[in-house]
C-alpha cells in the first residue's frame, strides 16, 4: 500500500506544525510499503528509505492563465492575491481603511494559493495517482485535492490544525473562510482536529470529526545535553548565570503578542534572563530580554534544558497548541494561560500554572524562582502528562484506518 502526505506550508521556518509533519511522517513510513511527500518550498527531490520528498515553490506572482477552477474562482484568487501582496508590503494602514488586516488576508489567501499555481497541482495530481491514501494537511486545499483523490480512487483524510473562521481577526474575512471551511470539512472520507474542542465544533457543525490532540515526541525531552554542551549554548549566546525564562514561537500574531507581554513582564523581574526563540522575534537584546531567532533542533533541545520555567503566555488561537505539550515534555514548570494550554487537560498547579491576566505573570515568576521544590513537582507533572501525548498513542486512529485500507484493498483484489 501506497500512501501520500500533502503539506501546505514551507518548512525551512520550525513551527508546532511542522513539527507534527515529522512525526506523522515517521509514523506512517512503518505502515506503508512507500510514502511521497508534498512541501510547497525550495528543496531537492530526494528519497529517504521508502519516503520520497517533493518540493514545489509557490509563485505568487499576478497571472493572466487559466486557473484550475476558472470563472468566479479564478476572480477570486486574482482580488485575493492582490489584497495579501498588499498585506506582505505591510500596508496595514491601509488595510484598516477596508476593514481587513495582514493576519486575516493570510488566513484567506491560504484557501486560493493553488488556482496560482497549475504547475504545482499538475504535480499533485501525478502524486495522489500513485497513492492508497492521501493524509491532506489543513483545509485549503482539500475543495481541489479530495475530488482528485475520488478520481484516482485514494482515501483522503483530511486533518484541520485550526478553525480558521474563529482565528480570523476580520468579521468579514472570518464569514468567508468559514464557508470554504465548511465546504472543506464535508468532502474527505475521514476528517480529523487537533484537539477535543474543535472536534466538538465541527460536530456542531454536522461534521463527524475525531479528534488526535498534536502530540509530542518524548524521547527527545529525556535526552539531556551533556553539561560541556549546555555551557556552549551560554557561551554562544552570551546568556548570563542565573535562572532563564524561555518562550519559542513561530510568525503567527498571537506568538508576536506574547513576545509583547513577555517584554512587559521583563522589567519586572530584573534577577531573571528572558529568552526567546523562533521567527516571532527579531535576533537581539534589550535588558534582560534575548532573542536568538530560529533555532536549530539541537539549540532549542538544549535551550529546554538551561532553561528553569518556560513561558506561553497565549492569548488566541483554536486546535491544540503544540509548544505547550513539547516544553512539557521536558519535565520543566510552565507559566500559561488558557489559550496557551488548549486542547490538553491541564490542572493549574499540578501540571502547569495557568495564569488569567498577563499582569500575573509576573508574580507567579518570582514565586517559582523562589520555590524550587515547586518547579521540580510541576516539572513531573508536566512529564507525566505529555508521556501520554507521545506521537504512537495519539496517531493510533491513523494506524487503525490504513489498516481498514489495506484489508479493504487485498479484498477488492
Given at each position: ?18 513539527l507534527?509533519l ?36 509557490y ?155 498534536n ?45 509583547e ?39 532549542l ?21 503544540l ?48 520555590d ?42
Open positions: 500500500m501506497k500512501a501520500a502526505i500533502l503539506y501546505p506550508h514551507p518548512i525551512r521556518l520550525p513551527s508546532g506544525a511542522t507534527r515529522s512525526q506523522l511522517v515517521e509514523y506512517v513510513r512503518v505502515r506503508v510499503d512507500g510514502l511521497e511527500v508534498f512541501i510547497p518550498d525550495e528543496g531537492t527531490e530526494k528519497t529517504d528509505g521508502n519516503v520520497r520528498w517533493h518540493f514545489a515553490p509563485d505568487i506572482a499576478p497571472k493572466n492563465e487559466p486557473t484550475p477552477g476558472g470563472g468566479i474562482d479564478a476572480a477570486l484568487c486574482e482580488v485575493t492575491l492582490r489584497l495579501y501582496l498588499l498585506a506582505a508590503q505591510k500596508a496595514d494602514n491601509d488595510l484598516k481603511l477596508i476593514g481587513f488586516s495582514s493576519a486575516g488576508l493570510d488566513i484567506l489567501w491560504s484557501f486560493y494559493r493553488l488556482f496560482n499555481n497549475p504547475a504545482m497541482m499538475e504535480k499533485i495530481a501525478g502524486i495522489i495517482g500513485r497513492a492508497d491514501v492521501v493524509f491532506i494537511e489543513y483545509p485549503y486545499w482539500a475543495r481541489w485535492l479530495v475530488p482528485l483523490c475520488r478520481k484516482k480512487g485514494a482515501t483522503s483524510i483530511l486533518t484541520a490544525y485550526d478553525v480558521l473562521a474563529l482565528t480570523c481577526p476580520d468579521p468579514a474575512l472570518a464569514a468567508w473562510a468559514k464557508g470554504l471551511e465548511r465546504e472543506a470539512f464535508a468532502l474527505p472520507d475521514r476528517l480529523c482536529a487537533v484537539s477535543p474542542a474543535d472536534a466538538a465544533y465541527m460536530v456542531q457543525e454536522g461534521f463527524q470529526a475525531e479528534a488526535l490532540t502530540p509530542i515526541d518524548c524521547r527527545k525531552g529525556a535526552e539531556v545535553p551533556n553539561g560541556k554542551i549546555l555551557r556552549a549554548m551560554r557561551e554562544k549566546h552570551k546568556l548570563p548565570d542565573g535562572p532563564i525564562a524561555f518562550f519559542v514561537g513561530g510568525a503567527w500574531f498571537a506568538n508576536q503578542k506574547a513576545v507581554v513577555i517584554a512587559a513582564t521583563a522589567p519586572q523581574v530584573p534577577e531573571c534572563t528572558f529568552v526567546v526563540a523562533g521567527s516571532c522575534a527579531r535576533a537581539g537584546r534589550h535588558g534582560n530580554i534575548v532573542s536568538l531567532g530560529i533555532l536549530s533542533d539541537r539549540e533541545q538544549a535551550m529546554y534544558h538551561l532553561a528553569s520555567l518556560i513561558l506561553v503566555p497565549i492569548r488566541a488561537g483554536t486546535g491544540s497548541s509548544k505547550f505539550i513539547e516544553a512539557m515534555s521536558y519535565g520543566k514548570a510552565v507559566v500559561t494561560t488558557p489559550e496557551g494550554a488548549r486542547g490538553y487537560p491541564v490542572v493549574d498547579g499540578e501540571n502547569a500554572v495557568v495564569i488569567g491576566k498577563e499582569e500575573e505573570l509576573s508574580s507567579r515568576i518570582k514565586e517559582l524562582l523562589a524550587a521544590a515547586k518547579r521540580e513537582a510541576l516539572g513531573k507533572g508536566a512529564r507525566a502528562l505529555a508521556e501520554t501525548y507521545h506521537f504512537e498513542n495519539v496517531f493510533a486512529p491513523y494506524g487503525r484506518w490504513l489498516e481498514e485500507i489495506r484489508t479493504g484493498r487485498k479484498d477488492l483484489d
